[in-house]
């Protein structure tokens, strides 16, 4: 069973919405932050948005008023979402879930994370 697993990609047009999903177990990740990253083709993989245990929530400029986090504990799962709005064509990427026993909010929270999820394709075109 992965640790922590994405699903929602898929294709869009410009414009359009799209939500993310992100499930991972509450025995181990409760205390956690979770985060979201992408990463386009040739590209380094870049921070998005990380949403802390409490649901207080931080993003990277380039989403700000376009992507909003989320967090539903239930039972045994935490599943965080990335609600996705005004797409462009450079949202296109390979969008991670991460989480970490800190809350790293910078360019640099790709190196923080203790664990990773295998990705979500997100295609938005033109």
């Known amino acids: 069973v992965p640790m922590v697993a994405e699903s929602g990609g898929g294709p869009v047009q410009s414009g359009g919405s799209l939500r993310l999903s992100c499930i991972a177990s509450?025995?181990?990740?409760?205390?956690?932050?979770m985060s979201w990253f992408r990463q386009a083709p040739g590209k380094e993989r870049e921070w998005v948005a990380t949403?802390?245990?409490?649901?207080?929530?931080?993003?990277a400029d380039f989403v700000k008023g376009r992507f909003t986090a989320s967090r539903d504990n239930v039972k045994g799962t935490i599943t965080v979402y990335l609600q996705m709005k005004s797409l462009k064509p450079e949202d296109t990427a390979e969008y991670y879930c991460?989480?970490?026993?800190?809350?790293?909010?910078?360019?640099?929270?790709?190196?923080?994370?203790?664990?990773w999820g295998k990705g979500t394709l997100v295609t938005i075109s033109s």
């Open positions: 509450r025995s181990t990740h409760d205390t956690y932050c």
């Open positions: 991460g989480s970490s026993s800190g809350c790293p909010v910078s360019s640099t929270a790709r190196y923080r994370m203790d664990y």
């Open positions: 949403i802390t245990r409490g649901s207080s929530t931080y993003y």
